[in-house]
């Protein structure tokens, strides 16, 4: 999960056997617990159905689905989705991440949040100049 930014707020790794859907209650769980005030999440069409209902139940965030309108044909580009986008194409940079070289999920999110820190860094680095 990133910020209007594309700055990374939330990692969660899982099995190649657990879809989107499933694991998104444990990142809303986390983003909750780290980023308290956060009240709006925008996500893409598969998070429909009673995750909406959830999210705004357990967790007091409202989950705004991004979806495409039906007479759109091809690729374009749409609202709020392209932040997470531009945010994996900072991360691919990282050879590291090209690769699936781990085998736990937990040492898989520490290089994320490697990767991410080094974007960040550098970031500020040119900012000093």
């Known amino acids: ?30 983003l909750r617990k780290r980023h308290w005030r956060i009240s709006r999440v925008w996500a893409d069409g598969g998070y429909t159905g009673q995750l909406i209902d959830v999210a705004r139940a357990a967790w007091r965030i409202a989950l705004t689905v991004v979806k495409r309108t039906d007479d759109t044909r ?3 580009v749409l609202p709020k989705r392209w ?7 900072w991360l691919m940079r990282s050879r590291r991440l090209a690769r699936d070289y781990e085998t736990r999920t937990n040492s898989s999110e520490a290089m994320i949040h490697w990767s991410m820190s080094m974007v960040m860094s550098r970031r500020l680095a040119r900012r000093g100049r």
């Open 83 to 89: 932040l997470v986008e531009r945010t994996f194409a």
């Open 74 to 76: 091809g690729f374009t």
């Open 1 to 30: 999960m990133v910020d209007t930014l594309g700055l990374l707020l939330v990692v969660m790794v899982t099995a190649a056997s657990v879809t989107d859907r499933e694991a998104a209650g444990g990142v809303l769980a986390r």
